[in-house]
């Protein structure tokens, strides 16, 4: 009896001490998960319980000058997401492999993903709706109403794939605009995303009474372009017929603008891309070779190909500068009679400092000649001397008023600078080479905007492409102005050089630009590609018409290694269409 006493009271305290024991390892535990890990572990609940999916907003529409060409748009589709812990076990391989099948996936990678541990996981982006309508009927044929959703989404398409490719540029998956427009002004077209927020236990079931807590996606804003969609068309057209026709080795450009507002009517780049498959191959030849390449190399040729030649790349301009030198001369008085006979002798060439710099036409000299002639002859050694007299401090007050030494700030990304020697660098040779618009580069835009500012009486226009932004929800339009930089030249300059211009087409090296019944003016131009290249470029720039000039056109074409057709019939097209301005 007293054994048996001793035995339950031993029983007792270890039964005791045991529950100490547990008690202890519970405080510890308790106080393991509340302190250490408490904040993950309501961070895991959180996401378990509350399932938080982005509503992706339409991108705003991009638009030609009418307003009324939809030049990029978006479309509406569907993501495809699943909780994980919301699918059963039972039906976990079950779901993996039908999304696989339906979407064309991977089936183990979509396994993973409906088995992992996480409160959502993306299956599929972009998907059109017949696809996720097929999954709709499965989903209720076999009894799963949770754990797969499919929410609202939006795509981009470009209705008219090449158009003006590396002016609107293109979007990532993410609707993010990646290059041209798209980029530059991926803030305005963005929009804001919305959101679905469900509460719910393990199971998936709604818990509470807050239900599904839906917030409203704010679609991007619309732009209209200053672009015109006739003109960028036979520009685009004409241009990839030139560079063929003249097998330009580095393809071609054309800048359209509009001089008394800076609006850009058309810009085009030759080769061009797709926008709707930024990233395969643009030509016949690169399909053949495409998948023998390496990625490196894919990646290079298509950086290229999505590069806006215009205002990305530099060049020499050559012999179109000197309308730049004659609008200098005659500003500051150098030159008064633009045809006076005789003020200027051609003898083929012209010693500066111990250089003798030759006349394109040094084995048959001009002779005597005026402004105008020399203009129309493009006589390299008249130029020069002109830039002599004008000296070098004030002929880089030119360059600047011009706004040839800085960016014109055109609303597009990548915008090079002209490259220039420092003013305190240019001796006699320099400027000798610059008065004939050799041995520096600017962009394209660069020199169509001086130009322009001839074109226009003399006031400095800023380029740009965007003229409009029209709010999505209140249709509320913001204008983008005008931007003058002051006065580049006087009105009676601007006349002067207008008129030597027009004696090009007519009389000069540019005739072939010549059209029955219009006023057109211009300019011809050759110069090197880059120092032993034995590349050469050649441009014209055109203006037109000469009494009251409404578009200034520059075509660049780089490496022609043959002689082919001319650019008349651009020069046609846009002087017998000037009513439309």
């Known amino acids: 009896m007293i054994f048996t006493k001793l035995t339950s009271k031993k029983k007792m305290r270890n039964t005791l001490f045991i529950c100490f024991i547990i008690i202890i390892g519970l405080i510890i535990r308790l106080a393991f998960i509340q302190l250490l890990k408490g904040e993950e572990l309501s961070k895991m609940a959180y996401e378990q319980q509350t399932l938080d999916r982005k509503i992706n907003p339409k991108r705003g529409t991009i638009y030609d000058s009418t307003g009324k060409i939809e030049l990029a748009v978006s479309s509406t589709v569907e993501t495809v997401t699943v909780n994980p812990g919301n699918i059963s076990k039972e039906n976990k391989e079950k779901v993996a492999k039908k999304l696989a099948e339906l979407f064309e996936l991977d089936y183990e990678k979509i396994l993973k993903k409906v088995t992992k541990k996480s409160s959502i996981e993306t299956i599929a982006k972009k998907v059109e709706k017949e696809k996720t309508d097929e999954l709709r009927v499965w989903m209720d044929t076999n009894n799963i109403s949770t754990g797969i959703n499919i929410d609202e989404d939006t795509k981009r398409y470009y209705p008219y794939s090449n158009f003006a490719s590396q002016i609107i540029g293109f979007c990532g998956s993410d609707n993010q605009g990646l290059d041209g427009i798209e980029a530059k002004y991926d803030n305005e077209l963005k929009g804001k995303q919305g959101s679905i927020k469900r509460h719910s236990d393990a199971k998936g079931t709604e818990i509470g009474n807050e239900g599904e807590n839906y917030i ?33 080795t580095d393809g071609g450009n054309i800048v359209v603008m509009n001089p008394q507002n800076g609006d850009i009517l058309a810009m085009a780049t030759y080769p061009s891309y797709n926008l709707n498959e930024p990233y395969e191959p643009y030509t016949d030849e690169l399909k053949q070779n495409w998948n023998n390449m390496e990625q490196s190399e894919k990646t290079k040729m298509l950086q290229a190909v999505w590069r806006n030649k215009a205002i990305a790349d530099t060049y020499e301009p ?21 045809d006076k006979e005789g003020e ?17 036409r040094y084995y048959r000299p001009h002779g005597a000649e005026s402004l105008r002639q020399a203009l129309m002859n493009s006589c390299n050694p008249v130029f020069i001397g002109l830039g002599q007299k004008i000296g070098v401090h004030v002929y880089y007050s030119y360059l600047n008023k011009f706004r040839l030494l800085n960016k014109t700030n055109i609303d597009l990304p990548g915008e090079a600078n002209s490259i220039f020697l420092k003013e305190e660098k240019a001796g006699p040779v320099e400027l000798a080479t610059i008065s004939f618009g050799q041995r520096f580069e600017i962009t394209p835009i660069q020199l169509v905007t001086a130009v322009s500012s001839v074109a226009n009486g003399g006031k400095s226009i800023q380029p740009r492409v965007v003229k409009k932004i029209i709010d999505s929800e209140t249709k509320e339009e913001t204008q983008i102005p005008v931007k003058e930089n002051g006065k580049v030249i006087s009105k009676e300059t601007s006349e002067k050089v207008l008129s030597m211009m027009e004696s090009v087409v007519s009389e000069g090296t540019g005739k072939n630009a010549k059209v029955a019944g219009y ?17 050469y470029v050649t441009s014209f720039c055109g203006v037109a018409p000469i009494e009251n000039p409404q578009v200034v056109m520059l075509i660049t074409l780089y490496n022609p290694t043959r002689r082919g057709r001319t650019s008349r019939r651009w020069v046609v097209y846009l002087v017998t269409t000037k009513e439309q301005y």
């Open 216 to 248: 409203s996606a704010i679609d991007g804003k619309d732009l209209i372009l200053t672009i015109d969609f006739t003109i960028q068309s036979i520009v685009e057209k004409y241009l990839e017929e030139a560079c063929i026709d003249n097998k330009c």
């Open 318 to 338: 050559g012999s179109v500068f000197k309308i730049i030198t004659s609008s200098a001369a005659i500003e500051e008085g150098i030159v008064t009679d633009i």
């Open 344 to 360: 200027f002798a051609c003898t083929g060439g012209i010693e500066v400092a111990g250089v003798r710099i030759k006349c394109w």
């Open 519 to 535: 006023r057109i003016g211009g300019k011809t131009g050759t110069s090197e590609d880059g120092v032993n290249t034995n590349k």
